[in-house]
């Protein structure tokens, strides 16, 4: 069956860095959007980024230019550099993939930024 991954998560400082990665099995990989997605307790799930079969981005205006996404095919992995870190950045981060009229979540990793 279908399994996303996460690992990379943790606490880290304000202004710091962490990687996500998400590895994916049991799936033609390469033909999926992923995205990574969080949520903090009480609130919606948020789209942080994704990606698309071709390479194309997108990201939420509050991460433009502190995150990237990215997508090894060949490892079927996608990855989310976090970069200068803040308080608001503090969410379980899920890894999300779809396709016309199917989706998968993993079970998330949480990113604690606090000093």
């Known amino acids: 069956q279908v399994q996303l991954v996460e690992s990379g998560g943790g606490l880290v400082q304000p202004g710091g860095s962490l990687r996500l990665s998400c590895a994916a099995s049991?799936?033609?990989?390469?033909?999926?959007?992923m995205a990574w997605y969080r949520q903090v307790p009480g609130k919606q799930r948020e789209l942080v980024a994704d990606i698309t079969s071709s390479g194309s981005t997108n990201y939420v205006d509050s991460v433009k230019g502190r995150f990237t996404i990215s997508r090894d095919n060949a490892k079927n992995t996608v990855n989310l550099q976090m970069n200068s870190l803040n308080p608001e950045d503090t969410a379980v981060y899920h890894c999300?993939?779809?396709?016309?009229?199917?989706?998968?979540w993993g079970a998330g990793t949480l990113v604690t930024v606090s000093s």
């Open positions: 049991g799936m033609f990989f390469s033909i999926y959007t």
């Open positions: 999300h993939a779809r396709l016309v009229g199917t989706t998968f």
